[in-house]
T-cell receptor, first 111, second 116 residues
Framework: DQQVKQNSPSLSVQEGRISILNCDYT??????FLWYKKYPAEGPTFLIS?????DKNEDGRFTVFLNKSAKHLSLHIVPSQPGDSAVYFC??????????FGTGTSLTVIP | SAVISQKPSRDICQRGTSLTIQCQVD?????MFWYRQQPGQSLTLIAT?????????ESGFVIDKFPISRPNLTFSTLTVSNMSPEDSSIYLC?????????????FGPGTRLTVL
């Protein structure tokens, strides 16, 4: 039972354009949503988060949007840079420390 | 922030053997977590390692298969016992970010395990 889905396993974007990564979840008890970024041979690193009481959180080039009614969140990166090329995981969380990671989207930013 | 190291970074093991993975943190933390990422799959929490008490395992994971030690507040080990090819995964430890909002975690670099 996969509670978190990232339906695009890969995404290619031209440098300077917007990257949009999507994530859908099924558990309405999730109340905090995180995005992690992972480079090859490294552990995931925290990127940005959003609480369920908000619908948008912005941090520099990164903005996360949350649509609770649709159980959907998205990560926008603008402008995209080659250094953004990595695998991105969304990771909703409910009570406690249990994270439910999506399968990830591999982003390639083309110079 | 926290600096987390894992040993080994990768290993290739024979079926039926066991491998112990070490996780070292540069600061004292109450909780440490062990995750597994199977090929093409998401990260899955195996267990929470608590210092001074038994680890807490998630559904589908048992102590006999994944024994965990937590001898102090900066160190933990995860053993993958009686390995089979299905255990080929990346194993990661993580710790909560001190002072961060709600369960953000730092991850170690991971241990890539291949079982033949």
């Amino acid at each position: 039972d996969q509670q978190v889905k990232q339906n695009s396993p890969s995404l290619s974007v031209q440098e300077g354009r917007i990257s949009i990564l999507n994530c859908d979840y099924t558990n309405s008890m999730f109340d905090y949503f995180l995005w992690y970024k992972k480079y090859p041979a490294e552990g995931p690193t925290f990127l940005i988060s959003i609480s369920s009481i908000k619908d948008k959180n912005e941090d520099g080039r990164f903005t996360v949007f949350l649509n609770k009614s649709a159980k959907h969140l998205s990560l926008h990166i603008v402008p995209s840079q080659p250094g953004d090329s990595a695998v991105y995981f969304c990771a909703p969380s409910g009570a406690g420390n249990q994270f439910y990671f999506g399968t990830g989207t591999s982003l390639t930013v083309i110079p | 922030s926290a600096v987390i190291s894992q040993k080994p970074s990768r290993d290739i093991c024979q079926r039926g053997t066991s491998l112990t993975i070490q996780c070292q943190v540069d600061s004292q933390v109450t909780m440490m977590f062990w995750y597994r990422q199977q090929p093409g799959q998401s990260l899955t929490l195996i267990a929470t390692a608590n210092q001074g008490s038994e680890a807490t395992y998630e559904s589908g994971f048992v102590i006999d298969k994944f024994p965990i030690s937590r001898p102090n507040l900066t160190f933990s080990t995860l053993t993958v016992s009686n390995m089979s090819p299905e255990d080929s995964s990346i194993y990661l430890c993580s710790v909560p970010l001190a002072g961060g909002p709600y369960n953000e975690q730092f991850f170690g670099p991971g241990t890539r395990l291949t079982v033949l």
